[in-house]
């Protein structure tokens, strides 16, 4: 089947067929048999036909027209129906490859073309207007058809004729004259007839023999080299010699032809620069005259001209177009080299009245040189009154005789403006009074008229002009208005005068008249300070255009913008050509307000094609139009456009659209703080973020309002706005999507009722339209409508926070005026699309409108033609946050509330304990601890108070026993002891009954001793009471001693006499002790005595209250505002301060409830005469034992306590009622007797008071000394004024007399008062922390809750120990004695009750009997064979301690380290290594000569620098590069290298190829700087000068680079590779370097250098590829690659930041502990080796850490230099060095700390006998290894001289070493020795048989002797670690003892024991008996059994 072309439409065809066979028989069946097959049949390709030839030729100026429209589809019903056509142009037709189109190629056709890409069409016909293709050049088009999936091409050649030639040039518009003089200006124009703005132009400067000179275009020009202007800077020749020199321009035009144009100039310098002195150097103005003499000026062009210029303005101007300005008063201007005597101004004062003097020296033809002078001129205030001075100026500028009049006459006008200057300096500095206020003004004013008898017609009479103005003005505000119009005209003068000098003038000075505008421009900003709101002035405004129009005469158009800055107000001049009007300021990138224009130059036909177009943007710092009574909002600023007619005249332009920015004022309160958190719905809480708010305008007057929205989060919001308050979804009106790069959209509009369109359309600010507040403003019934915004947003944060997204709510509008009229206008300017919060855009569209004259007030001739425009913006008032009131819930923080709840609960399981302590303590009170070993048959009582120390370890639990000696006799030893009741703790005080046979009398001595048993054995005693109970006599003892083993166990204290001062340092810390105790709150509730007025509970509810108030109070700052940029230190920095004065807050309230509770409960003292000691008659019987004597004392106090409770009674009872009486006589059971407290009875009415009076006297002075017995000393302690109150807790609270002062006490219910305090107190606070608490954020509230931490650490720990050590300090000033101190007991006597006290009769006897143990061995002080053996187990308990201490210390630190050295990466810095040394490594190995390297950078690294896909990482790899790669040079320096000459031979020829190489180190480096090919330059060379620049080694970041022969500095001729620009760009860069003879024969090496950083792994890798030339001029090439990572210190949770803390608290703990006992052990510190060991890890440590440190700062200083300038090479190296080192010193730390682990490993016997064999065998070693070096020697100098020219090992002697080190470890590798056989067999068995057969086994021997003869030395010798160790071993056998084996052997297993003390020899008697031996030092007797 066939089927015809074009039959079938394009599709899928399914063809069947089928085949039948029919049989000719019947009985044979049909067989049919089928078969398919699908068919597609496709479209046909489109058809592309270009009408023409393929090659066309066209003029210049002719049409090109493509036409396409034959191109077609055939299968299409309409051929020409949906086709698509797209144009392509390009001048290499190597970019279309078939159809593929190279489209980014930037072979374009056209400037304005991106791509290939035509921009200019898109349909079938092309039209290319004539003179659009560049003539001279054949273009490529391609049109591409495409439909669908189908596309076809069309190519056309185009070959484009020249056009007409245009004519040209050079014309000069400034310093003209032939001989150009180089201090000056040099501007050239080319004038030029045909010429386009597409023509490209090229200036260069040749010399006379047409040779390009190098020149800083960049630098030293203002237009560059590549406009159709060119301007010279001045001082721009100063290197050039003078001669003829040629200016040329290469014009290459658009049509095709190329022009070259030159001009021909001498350069003149100026005269050479000589010496200038002043004289005198300091004097004073007006009254001092100064002598300038110069010397040594010399110039062929004579006569010079000295021109001396007075500068001493301090706040002048700025202009950016000059260098230096020299803007001042002319001295002298003459021929005359000597300067008369003349005065000088006052210098500056913030200069210490220093004056700039500048000399200029000028020859015949202009150019000058200039030297500057310095003098110190004082203001004549100094030494003379203000009215002496200022009638001295009065003479010299008034009346007809004045030196001014006569100035003036004479027509001396340079100096009369001197003059003026110099009074007008001399007034500034005068500080004007009231009374000469008017005279100043009047004198001010009189100048200013003075200045218009000055002419202006030369530069210099103009200057003088100037600068006398410019100084009266200075202080402007003492200027009359008369003068300061005045000062306005003539201001304005000048600067026509400027104008019309440089018309008239050909040989005009810009850059002075830029100078000289300065001077207006310091003036005009002065009086612009003082325009007052009532006065309308115009003419500061004129002087602003006249002052621009000045400056920009001196302009040609250039890119440049000159700015001219004063501090009132700053001006931007910028000239441009015509065409290129909207390039105007287009390179302000820093403005502060903006300004741009566009113009359509058609809309100006008048203004010459060719002519330049000056702009002129001026911005003012206040309002200059104060006078208008609508305020502003921005700042003002104007613009103004000129373009200049072929005639001279000035047109006025008015641009088609001006763009304005302007910066808002006022801007702290103009945004608020939004709290945003996650979603309150359920299904979104985990979501979505969302913040609101909520704000009131007028909808039906307002105009649109802003909305922005700032934050950091990018991420979209949608912002739904609802037409009320509350946020209900009947209320939505409006949704917007807000993104963070591109403006917002709307997603919904409520009935489409409004138009969203808006003007406004910048990223995050939304813009609500005036139609959408209608539209609310309609559902409203009120005029203020309500409006809420919520923000919603993908989840960001965990909690509500205000420190993310900020809100600005703002209205605004612009306004213009056309210069100055009666107010600013709103219907021209409207904001612009990029309005932000601080920054709005004003856009202003030329329309036709009136231009009114205004009245004028001066200067009526001039109109202004400045347009002003400002803003007015209106803050919508008081937003809501909605958040606070409608999202926040009280479940989303409850910080402050469990914190509260917390504190309560504490506090109320606490208050328990304290009611359970206080119960405690009055039953306590009953009782006294008596000693079982009292004898009842004992006749005397005493009481024996001890005062344990407060010390850490003063207890004790060991037996403590006493005697007491009197006069009468000594006492029986005593065990201070119960077996019920402990005592003797740390800071306890114990009262025991001690009884004797009869009277000891006055009590001298105490003895006490110890037992040194128990688990305490040490004690440390402070103090001892004695109190006779019957006689009431008391004895006091100041012992402060330890007792313990390493003391003295045994120890006799004698009576301290109340004379005797106490040493203070004892004093202070007992005082301290009992005032921790008392009266610090916190530590008192727990102290073990708790004096009674103030119980537990109560101190621990004002605990309560103070920390509660406290809370209160940082919540309170926590409110206030705060720093949202504060950092996380500085955070909890200012948690900690609110901390100190939350403290400090709640002080007062713990005063005042203390107050309360403590002096509400005190009851009165008794009466001294009734508290005084007196004898008992009934005591003075001899019958009865102790009980007896004690039971009738008792019974004689309670009936005198009666007597005293009814007096007391009685004297309180109320009048006319019978006072109560209490019966006390006790019944039953209770009527035995005790020693209890009556009830109501005063305390001390039982015991011993004194006599007050006396002793307050005697507190403050030393009571002389006595010398009686001992008995009169207890007598004075008991009866003279001993303040020792059993009754009372402290002694300072009853040292007043009754009677004699007031005491401070206060009625019962003050107690309740100071509950409902405490009740006020905790309840307010509560309520008040847990209310503004729910409010916070989590983050605040954390940093609430550290700072209320530190709050409660603060006071527990540093407000009250500081308080009481300050006082306890502040007694201490003065000398203290017994009485000083509180020897209070825990309780009274008079308080205590004996239980058990009474004995049965039958019981006696045998108490007696027991008695007898009095006299055992146990009662007896320890003998010293005891006493050795408790320092023994002591000692050992010791060294146990130390011992496990030192090895946990030394396992953590072990620990530490490993983890530092795991945080290195060193894995992964070795893979990364390898994958970078793979990458770059490609090649290095087949460079031998230095042009190879050329091919390797093109080849290798190009390829890895430049990453199309990702730019700035290297290829195939996430490795970002850091920086620019560097390529650096080193050479050697030409010529100075002298080689020797060729001799004949061969040898001398090859010695002359080498040493004619320069040597590196040897011969000097080369610094200087070339150009191409290596030249030296005529000049100082600049950065762009194209050249070789030596870049000098780094000083901030020192770095060395190491190869294979040399190690480098830091310094060469560098190229940097740019990775962001595409690989062509390098390539070229390479290839001209190439070109230009880089690597020569000069060469030394060639380093590239740069740093990646790999975000995967957090590794820097720096790599450096050397490149080294050897002698022998072959290239070496070694790559090195460092991989290292910095610490991250800013990461909230960083276990690297904790791991650094620990190894530096480690480190402090190691140094202050090395310290210490290098001060314990002093020169013997230096005789350990264990102590050496220590110290060289210690140090070590420390070199660690000052490296870690360094490497940290390096690499900070490194990241922010990168940050702020990543265009630059960073040299990491300096940090990959010292991580290197780092690591070094890290390795022997390592090493050292693993090697320090075998000293604690000694108590293994095997470790210990490993040590002394050594120790035994080191002088055999010593010997043994100078005989092995002496063989190692001759081995490696035999296998160096012999196989050293053939064998690879033996090339020098380094390998040479190591190959004989391999031999002794038998690593026999490449031994073939294929240069001599027989000596390389001979060399090996030789070192066989020596070294390893004899030698080695020789060093085992000596090593195993030693071995085996110190065994049972070793096992001898007792080992402080095998002591230690068991020690620890038994005690953890006895803490698991209570596990249930099976057997319990109280010995160590044996095996156990020969792992620690090893086995003797068997059989072996000789090491048996006495030994000596000295062991650690010291020389021991020992017995061997």
């Given at each position: 089947m066939s089927i015809p ?6 599709g899928l ?15 044979i069946?049909?067989h049919?048999?089928s ?7 496709t ?15 066209i003029?210049?100026?002719e ?9 077609s589809?055939?299968?299409?019903d ?7 056509f ?8 190597g970019n279309?490859?078939?159809?593929q ?7 374009v056709?056209?400037?304005e ?8 069409a898109?349909?079938?016909?092309l039209?290319?207007s ?5 003539g ?5 088009f391609r ?7 189908r ?24 310093n003209?004259?032939r001989t150009?003089a180089?201090?000056?200006r040099?501007s050239?124009?080319l004038?030029?007839?045909?010429c386009?703005?597409?023509?490209l ?6 010399s006379s023999?047409?040779n390009e000179v190098?020149?800083?275009?960049t630098?030293?020009?203002?237009t ?6 060119l ?7 100063r290197?050039?010699l003078?001669?003829l020199?040629w ?7 658009w049509s095709?032809?190329?022009?070259n144009v030159?001009?021909s ?10 010496t ?7 004097g ?12 040594d ?11 001396i ?15 230096e300005n ?5 001295l ?6 000597t ?5 000088l101004?006052?210098?500056?004062l913030?200069?210490?009245?220093s004056?700039r003097?500048y ?13 500057t ?15 002496t001075v ?6 010299f ?9 006569t ?5 001396d ?7 003026m ?6 007034l500034n500095s005068i500080?004007?009074k009231?009374t000469?206020?008017d005279?100043?003004?009047k004198?001010?004013?009189h ?9 202006v017609?030369?530069?210099e009479?103009?200057?003088q002009v100037?600068m006398?103005?410019t ?15 005045l ?11 400027l104008?019309e000098?440089r ?12 100078i000289?505008?300065?001077?207006i ?9 003082l ?5 309308v ?5 004129k002087?602003?255009?006249s002052?621009?129009d ?11 913008t000159?700015?001219?800055?004063a ?6 001049v910028?000239?441009?050509?015509k ?15 903006c300004?741009?224009?566009a113009?359509?130059?058609s809309?100006?036909p008048?203004l ?12 003012f710092?206040e ?8 305020n502003?909002?921005?700042e ?18 008015t ?11 006022n801007m702290?309160s ?6 945003v ?6 299904e ?18 307002s105009r649109?309002v802003?909305?922005h929205?700032?934050t ?10 609802y ?20 403006p917002p959209?709307?997603?919904y509009?409520?009935n489409?009722?409004f138009?969203?369109?808006c003007t406004?359309?910048?990223?995050r600010?939304?813009?609500?339209p ?5 539209v609310?403003a309609?559902?409203?019934?009120s005029l203020?409508?309500?409006i ?9 944060v965990l ?15 612009c ?15 409207v ?8 920054k709005?855009?004003?856009?202003c569209?030329n329309a036709a409108?009136a231009?009114?004259?205004?009245s004028?007030i001066e200067l009526?001739?001039v ?9 007015k ?5 008081n937003?809501?946050?909605l958040?606070l ?7 989303q ?9 917390l ?16 119960r ?5 009170q009953?009782h006294?601890?008596?000693l079982?070993?009292?004898?009842p048959?004992?006749?005397?009582c005493?009481?024996?108070?001890v ?6 370890g003063s207890g004790?639990?060991a ?8 006069t009468?006799?000594t006492?029986?030893t ?7 009741l ?6 306890s005080i114990d009262?025991?009954?001690?009884t004797t046979k009869?009277d ?9 001793w110890l037992?040194?048993?128990?688990e305490?054995p ?5 103090r ?6 019957f006689?009431?006599?008391v004895?006091l003892?100041?012992?402060r001693?330890?007792?313990?083993v390493?003391t003295?166990?045994d120890?006799t ?5 109340p004379d ?12 301290v002790t009992y005032?921790?105790?008392?009266n610090?709150?916190?530590f008192s ?6 004096p ?5 509970l ?5 605990c ?9 109070c940082?919540?309170?700052f926590?409110?206030l505002e705060?720093d ?14 609110i ?10 309230i ?16 008794a ?6 000691p007196?004898k ?7 019958a ?5 004597r004690?039971?009738k004392?008792h019974a ?6 009666r ?5 007391d ?5 109320p ?6 009486i ?8 209770s009527?035995?007797?005790t020693?209890k ?26 009571a002389p000394?006595?010398n ?5 000393a207890?007598?004075?302690?008991a009866?003279?004024?001993q303040e020792?109150?059993?009754g ?15 005491r ?7 107690v309740r008062l ?5 009740l006020?107190?905790s309840?307010?606070?509560s309520?008040?922390t847990v209310?503004h608490g729910?409010?916070y954020g ?7 809750l550290?700072a ?5 650490c603060?006071?527990v720990?540093?407000v009250?120990p ?6 306890s300090g502040?007694r201490t000033k003065?000398p203290k ?5 509180s020897?209070?007991?825990k309780f ?7 239980s ?7 019981a ?9 143990l ?7 002080p320890?003998s ?19 011992f496990?201490?030192?090895?946990l210390?030394?396992?953590?630190f072990l ?9 290195l990466r ?13 990458q770059?490594?490609?090649g ?12 390797w950078?093109?080849r290798?690294?190009l390829?890895l ?7 700035g990482?290297l290829y ?8 620019l790669?560097?390529?650096?040079q ?6 100075e ?7 004949n031979s ?13 040597v590196y ?5 080369d ?9 030296e ?10 050249g070789?620049s030596?870049?000098?080694?780094e000083?901030r ?10 190690t480098?500095?830091s ?23 190439q070109?230009?003879n880089?690597?020569?024969?000069k060469?030394?090496a060639?380093?590239?250098?740069l740093?990646t950083f790999?975000p995967?792994?957090?590794?820097f890798?720096?790599i450096?590829i050397a ?5 022998f001029g072959a290239?070496h ?10 610490s ?19 480190f402090?703990a ?5 310290g210490y ?8 510190y ?5 102590n050496?060991?220590n110290?060289?890890l ?5 070199v ?10 390096l ?10 300038n ?5 040299p ?19 090493f ?8 604690y490993?000694?108590?293994?016997y095997d ?18 290894a100078f005989?092995?070096?002496v063989y190692?020697f001759?081995?490696?100098a035999?296998g ?10 033996y090339?020098n002697l ?10 002794c470890?038998l690593?026999?590798q490449?031994?073939?020795f294929s240069?001599n056989r027989?000596?390389?067999?001979l ?15 020789l060093?085992q021997a000596?090593?195993l002797s030693a071995y085996e003869?110190?065994?049972q ?5 007792p ?6 160790m ?5 005690k953890?056998?006895?803490v698991?003892?209570?596990l249930?084996?099976r057997?319990?052997?109280r010995?160590e297993?044996?095996?156990?024991i ?6 003797p020899e ?5 090491f048996?008996?006495?030994k000596t031996r ?5 020389k021991?007797v020992?017995?061997?059994?």
């Open positions: 072309a074009h039959a079938l439409p394009w065809y399914l063809f069947n067929f089928t085949v039948t066979v029919v049989p000719s028989e019947p009985q069946s049909t049919v048999a078969d398919s097959l699908y068919l597609r049949v479209r046909r390709p489109l058809k592309a036909v270009l009408l023409g030839d393929a090659n066309v030729t003029r210049f100026s049409e090109l027209v493509l036409n396409g429209t034959l191109s589809d055939p299968e299409a309409n051929p020409a129906e949906g086709l698509l797209s144009w392509y142009c390009s001048t290499n037709p279309y490859q078939g159809d189109i190279t489209v980014p190629s930037k072979e056709c056209h400037p073309q991106a791509d290939l890409n035509w921009p200019w898109s349909g079938p016909v039209a290319v004539p003179e659009t293709l560049k001279n050049r054949r273009y490529h049109m591409v058809v495409e439909k669908g999936y596309s076809a091409f069309s190519d056309k050649s185009v070959a484009v004729l020249p056009g007409p030639q245009p004519t040209a040039h050079i014309s000069c518009l400034e003209c004259a150009l180089a201090s000056d040099f050239l124009f004038n030029c007839t045909g386009v703005s597409r023509d132009y090229s200036w260069s400067i040749l023999a047409g190098p020149f800083d275009w630098g030293h020009t203002v560059g080299r590549n406009g159709v202007y301007s010279v800077k001045a001082f721009a020749f290197h050039f003078e001669a020199f200016v040329s321009v290469a014009l290459t035009s095709g032809s190329a022009l030159n001009y100039f001498t350069v003149n310098h100026g005269p050479d620069v000589g200038c002195q002043i004289n005198p150097a300091t004073i103005a007006v009254f001092t005259k100064f002598v300038i003499q110069c010397n000026f010399k110039d062929t062009h004579v006569p010079l001209t000295y021109k210029i007075v500068s001493d303005l301090d706040s002048v101007g700025e202009i950016s177009s000059v260098k020299t803007l001042g008063a002319i002298y201007w003459g021929a005359g080299s300067i008369p005597p003349s005065f101004p006052v210098g500056v913030a200069h210490q009245y004056l003097i000399v200029q020296v000028y020859d015949s033809l202009g150019a000058f040189s200039q030297v002078l310095y003098a110190t001129v004082q203001a004549p205030t100094h030494g003379n009154s203000s009215g200022l009638r001295q100026l009065e003479n500028t008034q009346g007809p005789t004045s030196l001014l009049s100035l003036l006459q004479k027509q006008f340079l100096p009369a403006g001197y003059l200057y110099v009074v007008a300096s001399v500080k004007t009231q000469f206020q005279d100043v003004a004198l001010r004013e100048l200013v008229n003075q200045s218009f008898v000055l002419p017609s030369t530069l009479e103009i200057g100037v006398a103005v100084e009266l003005t200075r202080k402007a505000s003492t200027l009359t208005p008369v003068a300061r119009k000062a306005t005209a003539r201001i304005w003068q000048t600067s026509q005068a104008q000098y018309h008239k003038d050909k040989r005009f000075r810009s850059e002075q008249v830029e000289l505008s300065t001077g421009l310091t003036s005009l900003s002065n009086i612009l300070k325009l007052s709101p009532q006065e002035v115009e003419d500061p405004f002087v602003v255009e002052l621009s000045t400056v920009l005469a001196n302009k040609v158009p250039g890119k440049e000159t700015v001219l800055r501090p009132s107000f700053s001006m931007y910028a000239k441009v050509e065409w290129d009007i909207t390039q105007a300021f287009r390179n302000e990138m820093r403005c502060r307000n300004f741009h224009a113009l359509n130059v809309r100006v008048d010459p094609a060719k002519a330049p177009v000056s702009v002129m943007f001026c911005e710092s309002d200059p139009f104060p006078w208008f009574p609508e502003t909002s921005a003002v600023v104007g613009f103004r456009m000129t373009g200049a007619m072929d005639n001279g005249d000035v047109m006025e332009i641009p088609d659209v001006a763009e304005v920015y302007l910066v808002r004022k702290p103009v945004t608020f703080n939004l709290t958190g996650p979603s309150n719905e359920p979104e809480s985990l979501k979505t973020t969302t913040g609101g708010f909520s704000f009131e305008v007028d909808g039906r007057k649109e802003l909305v929205i700032m950091d989060v990018n991420t979209l919001f949608k912002v739904l706005v037409a009320r308050s509350r946020v209900a979804p009947q209320d939505l009106v409006a949704t917007f999507l807000v993104p963070h790069d591109r959209v709307v997603k509009s409520w489409n009722l138009d969203p369109a406004v359309r910048d990223a600010v939304l813009c609500l005036a139609s959408l507040l209608y609310v309609q559902r409203n019934p203020r409508c309500a809420a915004v919520v923000l919603r947003a993908p989840r960001f909690e509500p926070s205000d420190k993310l997204v900020s809100i600005s709510l703002f209205s605004a509008h306004l213009d005026m056309y210069g100055v009229q009666s107010d600013w206008r709103e219907d021209t300017c904001l612009g699309e990029k309005t932000t919060w601080n709005l855009h004003c856009v569209r409108r231009r009114r004259q205004p004028m009526t001739s109109r202004l033609h400045t347009r002003y425009l400002s803003a913006v209106i803050a919508v008032p937003p809501v946050d958040r009131y409608t999202i926040t819930k009280l479940n923080n409850l910080v402050a509330l469990f914190a509260v709840l504190i309560m609960l504490i506090y109320t399981v606490l208050a328990f304990w304290a009611l359970h302590r206080d405690m303590d009055r039953f306590l009953d006294v601890i008596g079982p070993d009292n004898d048959y004992d006749s005397m005493y009481l024996v108070t005062f344990t120390g407060s010390r850490l004790t639990r037996n403590v026993f006493v005697q007491l000696s009197g009468e006799g006492s029986d005593h065990c201070l002891s119960h077996p019920h402990p005592s003797l703790c740390r800071g009262t025991f009954l001690l009869s000891l009398g006055d009590i001298h001595s105490v003895r006490m037992s040194s048993e128990g305490a040490s004690w440390y005693l402070s001892i009471k004695v109190e006779s109970l006689s009431r006599h004895w003892f100041m012992c001693k330890w007792l313990c390493d003295t166990l120890q204290f004698h009576v301290l006499h005797e001062p106490l040493i203070r340092k004892d004093f202070f810390l007992i005082d005032g921790l105790g008392k610090h709150l916190w509730v727990f102290a073990s005595v708790v009674k007025p103030f119980n537990r109560q101190r621990l509810s004002c309560l209250a103070m920390l509660l108030s406290s809370l209160l940082n919540v309170m926590f409110n705060q949202g940029t504060e950092t996380r230190e500085g955070r909890y920095a200012r948690s900690m301060v901390g100190i004065q939350s403290v400090l807050i709640t002080l007062p713990q005063l005042l409830i203390t107050f309360f509770f403590t002096y509400s409960q005190k009851k009165p003292q009466n001294l005469d009734e508290a005084a007196r008992q008659p009934l005591m003075s019987e001899e009865g034992h102790w009980q007896e004690l039971s004392w004689q106090e309670v009936a005198r306590a007597t005293w409770e009814t007096a009674t009685q004297e309180t009872a009048a006319g009622r019978p006072a109560p209490r019966e006390t006589a006790p019944t039953g059971k009527a035995k007797p020693l407290r009556e009830p109501g009875r005063p305390k001390t009415s039982l015991h011993p008071t004194f006599r007050q009076g006396h002793q307050s006297k005697e507190a403050e002075t030393k000394k006595t009686g017995a001992n008995k009169d207890s007598n004075r302690n009866q003279d004024g020792v109150h059993s009372e807790p402290s002694l300072q609270e009853d040292t007043e007399q009754p009677g004699t002062k007031p401070l006490a206060q009625p019962p219910w003050c100071a509950w409902l305090l405490v006020a107190t309840s307010v606070s309520f008040f209310l729910l409010a989590h983050d605040t509230s954390v940093e609430w550290f209320s931490f530190c709050s409660f603060q006071s720990f540093l009250q500081f308080k009481i050590i300050l006082g502040l003065n004695y017994s009485k000083n101190l020897w209070a007991a009274h006597s008079g308080e205590i009750k004996l058990e006290v009474e004995v049965p009769l039958e006696m006897e045998p108490l007696h009997q027991r008695t007898v009095r006299g055992s061995r146990m009662y007896q320890l010293e064979d005891e006493i050795q053996i408790f320092k023994r187990k002591k000692r050992i308990r010791r060294r146990a301690v130390l496990l201490s030192c090895l210390t030394h396992c953590i620990a530490l380290l490993g983890l530092l050295v795991a945080l060193l894995t992964h810095s070795f893979y990364h290594n390898q994958f970078l040394r793979a770059f490594s490609v290095l190995a087949a460079l031998t000569e230095l042009p190879d390297i050329y091919g950078l093109h290798v690294l390829p620098l430049h990453n199309d896909r990702k730019p990482f195939d790899s996430s490795s970002k590069i850091l920086g790669p560097l390529l650096r080193v050479r050697a320096r030409l010529g290298k002298i080689c020797l000459p060729a001799k061969a040898e001398n020829s090859v010695m002359e190829k080498i040493h004619c190489r320069p180190g040897i011969d000097p480096e610094t200087q700087n070339y150009s191409s090919f290596w030249k330059v005529g000049m100082q060379p600049s950065l762009h000068t194209d070789f030596y870049k000098p080694p000083k970041w020192v770095y060395h680079s190491y190869g294979r022969l040399n480098y500095g310094g060469g001729y560098v190229f940097y590779f740019f990775p962001e620009e595409q690989q062509f760009n390098s390539t070229v860069r390479l290839k001209e370097l070109n230009s880089w690597l020569d024969e060469t030394w060639v380093i590239l250098e740093t790999s995967d792994v957090s590794l890798c720096s450096s490149f080294e030339v050897s002698q290239v090439s070694s790559l090195s690659t460092h991989s290292f990572s910095l991250d210190f800013n990461r909230e949770t960083s276990a690297e930041v904790y791991l650094y803390a620990a190894i530096l608290i480690f402090v190691y140094v202050v502990d090395e006992i290098i001060m314990q052990e002093k020169t013997s230096v005789r350990s080796v264990y050496l060991l110290f060289a210690k140090c070590i440590f420390t660690l850490i000052m490296f870690f440190v360094g490497k940290h700062l690499a900070a200083g490194m990241i922010r230099s990168y940050l702020s990543p265009e630059d090479f960073i990491f190296h300096a940090v990959s060095q010292v991580d290197h080192t780092m690591r070094i010193i890290l390795a022997f730390l390592l050292l700390t693993i090697l320090k682990t075998l000293r490993s000694r108590f293994f470790v210990r006998l490993a040590q002394r064999a050594i120790q035994a065998a080191l002088p055999g070693i010593c010997h043994m005989v092995v070096s190692f001759v081995y490696v035999f160096y001289l012999v196989f050293g020219q053939h064998e690879w090992n090339r380094i390998h040479a070493t190591q190959t004989v080190f391999s031999y470890a690593a026999f490449n031994t073939e240069s027989a000596l390389g067999v060399f090996l068995s030789s070192f066989m048989l020596v070294m390893i057969c004899i030698l080695v086994n060093f000596v090593i003869e110190m065994k030395p070793v096992y001898e010798e080992s402080e670690e095998v002591d230690a068991a020690y620890l071993c038994r953890l056998r006895a698991f003892s209570f249930p084996l057997s319990r052997t010995d297993p044996e095996f156990f020969n792992m620690l003390y090893g086995q068997k059989n072996s008697r000789r048996l008996g006495l000295i062991i650690n030092g010291k021991m020992y017995l061997v059994v």
